[in-house]
């Protein structure tokens, strides 16, 4: 993730890639998520930083979509590789008509963008089906997995599916 503050740094991709390098890993498999209101003051310059890094084959994503006010001004600018939609509209999916369309309609509006998309906060059966029935790309959330510390990840990725 990156944060508001790292973007008025100058020195923002010179520093994922020495991070990059560090951690011997190759741009191509990266993916960084921005917050619709990273760098509002300075949308240029954001978008001038996030163009180099996606130069480079990192894959950038906008997080917690639907939550900001600069949604669609990034969704036309920026060289994004999709969005993330908001955990607090998945948990709503249930209650809410408006909230259903509302995340029907996103999803439509990103793969018309060329945009994947991800779904934050899927806890249970419904939501995953639901947003598998519009086409969402992918999912995250407790359903999956609890969270778990890095140290265990390599161990839970050689477990069968």
């Not at 890993?25 to 310059?45: K, N, Y």
């Not at 894959?59 to 994004?80: A, K, N, Q, Y």
Request: charged share 25%.
């Amino acid at each position: 993730n990156l944060s508001a503050r790292e973007f008025p740094r100058c020195d923002l991709v010179s520093r994922v890639a020495q991070r990059l390098d560090g951690a011997r890993l190759h741009p191509g498999g990266v993916g960084l998520e921005i917050t619709e209101t990273s760098g509002m003051q300075r949308f240029d310059a954001v978008a001038e930083q996030i163009a180099e890094l996606t130069g480079q084959g990192i894959e950038l994503w906008l997080d917690d979509f639907g939550t900001g006010h600069s949604s669609l001004e990034w969704l036309s600018h920026l060289p994004l590789s999709g969005i993330k939609i908001a955990g607090t509209f998945v948990e709503r999916l249930a209650a809410e008509e408006r909230c259903r369309t509302i995340v029907a309609r996103v999803i439509d509006l990103a793969h018309d963008l060329g945009l994947q998309v991800i779904a934050e906060g899927v806890e249970n059966q419904a939501q995953r089906d639901f947003l598998a029935g519009r086409g969402c790309d992918y999912f995250q959330g407790f359903l999956f997995h609890d969270a778990l510390p890095a140290r265990l990840l390599p161990a839970r990725l050689a477990e069968p599916a």
